[in-house]
DNA sequence: TGGCTAGTGTTGACATTGTCAACATTGCTG
DNA sequence: CAGCAATGTTGACAATGTCAACACTAGCCA
């Protein structure tokens, strides 16, 4: 293609879409996002984004996937940042992951829910958060055999801390916290009384 | 009106939009319901509810609201049954709210969600879900003094537990935890968890 | 009793949306 | 360099929220 952008073909489309699409997304939410204005913004026409996704959904699951791929970035470099299972790093990743939230609430919501989301690919999408729970689980593991936390089942244990921080997470990006409340206040006392209440039993 | 439903006039059409769309936003969430379903399941013409809401958002804070009030009675109940401070009172309190959640996934998604409601419609919706958060705060801080739990700032305390409570049942009600987890032991030990934590400086 | 008014419901219309089919253009491969 | 497969466009359709113009009627006032 030629470089002036007025050649037929857009070239790398379909990394554009996905792109724009999160721009859009973290900009006023899922719900402006629409195939139509996404043609528009990238001097496209409306359907040209079914040459490259299914549908709508499908192109929302890629957003969606690599929202997890650059929230799975964000949590390796704290691990690559205090190796070794001190508490602290574990209360590190609660405070990464709310803090990404917030930064990325549309996105965040997208990975979470599902009214975005089509029934048939929701399998898929769920598939890919598997995969960043599975991590959270091999670390509770690490941090029982370490000492640091009570002898559970550790699935169950980090059922209950993603909970508590996927729902600190969420009150924050509906708006039910009130505004004057210390939101890292609020995050570092979420981590302290989860990661108190288990080594209660230890 | 005559009886036979065959008179012009309704008669309590405000009543049953909103019965009716609680409904269908159980059957299967908020986006099959539409203005036009609506009217075609009430045998009434597509913008019939516009004499009684100003628009669908109107209509959804309605409906929104209603689940709050399903909630609050819920939640008094628990509070009837068990009077005092226990602390099994304060679990029970977390595991019917997430109950709720789970048998009103609709409804529970619209009373703490956005996306549905338009920006002008939301700090009425906020109001009414302060009101349950402030009787919140209030069980927090006759629990501090009757011992059970360590002296904190009690909002504080309630964002934390809340946060976890929501969390769980947001996980749940999105798909996000695998079906063969047992929920009420999961329930349990979130509550247990968060008690523990908040007992520990105590 | 009769008629008027305000409340309630209907129909027509419009812009917007997701999506498909038919068509256009073009880069690349043989 | 011919043609194919990939990529983009346009026209069209059904569905949606919403408004304006119109229809009906209950209940109040004379």
């Known amino acids: 293609m030629t470089l002036d952008g007025s050649s037929y073909h ?7 879409l ?5 721009a859009m997304i973290d900009e006023g939410g899922t719900s402006i996002v629409t195939m139509r204005a996404l043609g528009r913004r990238l001097g496209v ?11 709508k959904s499908a192109l929302l699951v890629a957003v969606a996937t690599a929202g997890f791929d650059h929230l799975r970035n964000r949590l390796d470099a704290v ?4 190796p070794g299972a001190g508490i602290d790093r574990l ?15 549309g996105h965040y919501r997208l990975m ?28 509770f593991q690490s941090y029982q055999q370490s000492g640091a936390i009570e002898r559970q089942d550790p699935q169950l244990q980090a059922y209950v801390a993603w ?18 409340v210390d939101v890292d206040g609020l995050i570092r006392r979420t981590t302290s009384t989860l990661l108190d209440g288990m080594r209660a039993g230890r």
Not at 18 to 22: D, M, N, V
């Open 18 to 22: 996905l792109s724009e699409a999160a």
């Open 163 to 180: 909970g508590a921080v996927h729902g600190l997470a969420s009150l924050l990006i509906e708006g039910q916290i009130l505004t004057d």
């Open 79 to 82: 691990g690559a940042d205090a």
């Open 112 to 139: 979470y829910g599902k009214e975005a989301i089509s029934r048939e690919d929701l399998p898929e999408l769920r598939q890919v958060a598997n995969g960043l729970f599975d991590e959270l689980v091999n670390v």
């Open 10 to 16: 857009h070239g790398g489309l379909r990394a554009a």
């Open 45 to 55: 026409s409306r359907s040209a984004a079914y040459r490259h996704f299914a549908d």
């Open 91 to 105: 209360r590190q990743f609660g405070e990464v992951y709310v803090r990404f939230a917030l930064e990325n609430p």
